[in-house]
């Protein structure tokens, strides 16, 4: 991050009881300049609510919106909104309009922060003070306005407390993979499982109740009708199954008298 900036923000580290002075509406110069030229990376929950405002299926979300990547030092494939051709110069996204944003209740979290980010991938405990930076862009003038806000507040007003806490142990699972060498490189095989687990839900979905997924992995009645009906609680399986599948780590179980009897029938292994 540069020293200044031309609006004049300093690059200091924030914590949630600091303060500043923001707003943003259609009678701000620099209205939805923000989003051209941008690079933003998607959660799962991002895709979930983005897909279900546009009553798309995940696949038809991904193939049409995003942009695959690998994450750098993690070796894990996340996906970045994808921009649209030139327009007014620069490459926009896809939902901005001289009005605004088309999907503004459903935005990502990345947009949720904005002026503010993030400065370490974990996610916050209750009680622990979190790590945060201006995102300083020079058109911004929304610096100027006179609305004051803690970081507190400002998390608060834009709803990232809900997104962080769906998001959370997929947030932590980057953070666990990025600690580790460098030259620990993940299949071909597990990338994809970690894509379609993380990012298609509805790929997903198919995976665990058309596949012998439940036969193998243990899960109780009241689980599999939870994930059957909510897209969350299927999310958190995820997530959970991510982890064990990544680090062995976490409370998820795997029946083995079923791994073997299908490994021993000389059946492929399933896989998403």
Known sequence: MESTDQAGIPPVKLSEKSTFSFR?????????????????????????????????????????????????????????????????????????????????????????????????????????????????EPHCRGFEEDHQWTVADWREDQVVDVYDDVNALWTELLVRKRSIPANIMLTQKTKNMFFTASYDIDRFRRFVFESSFLEIYHLDKAEIERIRNDELALLNLSFRWLNWLLFKQGEFQMNEGAAMKRSSAGKPETTA
Do not use: W
Not at 75 to 92: I, N, Q, R, W
């Open 24 to 136: 943003c509406h259609k009678d701000v110069p620099c209205f939805t300049k923000c989003c051209y030229g941008i690079n933003i990376m998607l959660t799962p929950y991002d895709i979930i609510r983005l897909k279900n405002r546009l009553q798309m299926t995940s696949e038809e979300f991904l193939a049409m919106y995003t942009t695959p990547q690998l994450l750098e030092k993690t070796d894990l494939p996340v996906v970045t909104l994808k921009m649209l051709g030139d327009v007014e110069g620069e490459p926009a996204c896809p939902f901005v309009r001289p009005e605004g944003c088309l999907v503004y209740s459903d935005r990502p979290t990345t947009c949720r922060y904005y002026p503010i980010g993030v400065g370490t991938l974990n996610h916050k405990e209750p009680d622990e003070e979190g790590f945060y930076f201006f995102v300083n």
